[in-house]
């Protein structure tokens, strides 16, 4: 299990006042010499955060994993294909959405990933992942594309408002987690994870890949520093994954 840090609200701290600081690419340094094995971000079609620019700096300077999160457009793919990052993570996308809203619909976009996003990815040797809530119909969907990896959507989870919400989730997460490695893919998690809720999905989640994690990691920084805040949240990964599988 290894940590990402999507860095996109370093992005957009810099983005609020054009000054050009705090810069994502120095922060992503920073990050990977606290620990953390590489680096997410995503490109929106808006530009709201990351900058066609920054991808490129990032692809120059980071040295672990890197995982382009982006819709399935063709500017995108086009992109991708030019900078040849480790992963692609294939995301729902809306322009009044504040954040990415739940995991792709697989029945929608089944048709259109199977005849020119799939293809097109695999005229490269980059990985191919696909963001989806812990449903087994659109996990399974996920296999027959033939996609390396999903990356599960840990948003319902970590917004619950009860302890029975929460647990209900844990096991849909569960489930999902085991049913995707058992069809040969691996299993990444993101959305809303913090340092009070990650030890829980850690423990009861088995055969977690990358756990990428950003909003709340960069919250946190303001109060630790850089630095000391991914050395806490590798300490709960470290502390508890020995439980889960």
Known sequence: MQLLVNVDHIATLRNARGEGYPDPIKAAGVCERAGAAGIVFHLRKDRRHI??????????EVSG?????????NEMLTISKDVDPDLI?????SREELTTEGGLDMEVVLDDYRKRVFPAIRETDIA?????????????????LGSDAIELHTGTYTNAKSQEEQANELDRLRTGAKLAHDLGMKVNA?????LNN?????ETVPHLHDISIGH???SSALYYGLENTIKKFL?????TSATNN
């Open 198 to 202: 990650l030890g829980q999905l850690v």
């Open 89 to 93: 993570t294939l995301v729902p996308e």
């Open 51 to 60: 900058k066609t620019k920054d991808v490129y700096n990032l692809k120059k």
């Open 128 to 144: 191919i992942s696909l963001f989806v809530d812990p449903n087994e119909k659109d996990i399974e969907l996920a296999a027959e």
């Open 190 to 194: 993101g959305h809303g994870l913090n």
């Open 65 to 73: 994993s890197l995982d382009f999160e982006m819709a399935a457009t």
């Open 216 to 218: 709340a990691l960069v």
């Open 235 to 239: 300490d709960i990964m470290e502390n």
